[in-house]
Antibody, heavy 122, light 107 residues
């Protein structure tokens, strides 16, 4: 069974940093592009970042570009999100999951973590 | 950047009703669109891939249609477990983006 397990959330001060992790099991991790998405309190889903299977290319929402870094360690089947210069508006539940790359039109797995809560406050 | 406009933002319906939700893209995205269901406190769940493909394990009352700039999710006959919030997500080019969401409530 495909599974993702996030960790690393918590309370951070404005301007501070946190590193989220997402451990994968039950599927061939390096074969799948992975995204982080988030959901602020009472808000909709927001796509944050994506990294392709090899880890060679990463992409970001404008709201986090230059502050967040997505990475992966395929030897450890783990996805990361390094969050620097945190702001109050980054407060959200963060989910990791597989999202297809552009042009992908064949069946693919649907796997998401349970979410990890990040709160940015002084 | 491509913007996704989803409508309606909320919808009230009864068990057994047929409902449709629409997403419009600000420019053509081919069929690079998925539909997701989210229940409170839970991760999103993909229902439809590539605009019209039914994700494995998803009931056949869910269907997707469209290509280019206009897309529709249809639930043919609502079941009690379908009351949730629905989102479209384009993956045509970076940055990806979600629609604003449609909250489906029981009438």
């Amino acid at each position: 069974e495909e599974q993702l397990l996030e960790s690393g959330g918590g309370l951070a001060q404005p301007g501070g940093s946190l590193r989220l992790s997402c451990a994968a099991s039950g599927f061939t991790f390096l074969s799948y592009g992975m995204s982080w998405v988030r959901q602020g309190p009472g808000k909709g889903l927001e796509w944050v970042a994506h990294i392709i299977g090899s880890g060679s290319h990463a992409y970001y929402a404008d709201s986090v570009k230059g502050r967040f870094t997505i990475s992966r360690d395929n030897s450890r089947n783990t996805l990361y999100l390094q969050m620097n210069d945190l702001r109050a508006e980054d407060t959200a539940i963060y989910f990791c999951g597989h999202v297809p790359i552009p042009g992908w039109s064949i069946p693919t797995i649907d796997v998401w973590g349970q979410g990890t809560r990040v709160t940015v406050s002084s | 950047d491509i913007q996704m406009t989803q409508s309606p933002s909320s919808l009230s319906a009864s068990v057994g009703d047929r409902v449709s939700i629409t997403c419009r893209a600000s420019q053509g995205i081919g069929n690079d669109l998925g539909w997701y269901q989210q229940k409170p406190g839970k991760a999103p769940k993909r229902l439809i891939y590539a605009a019209s493909g039914l994700q494995s394990g998803v009931p056949s009352r869910f269907s997707g249609s469209g290509s280019g700039t206009e897309f529709t999710l249809t639930i043919s006959s609502l079941e009690p477990e379908d009351f949730a919030t629905y989102y479209c997500l384009h993956h045509n080019s970076y940055p990806y983006s979600f629609g604003q969401g449609t909250k489906l409530e029981i009438k």
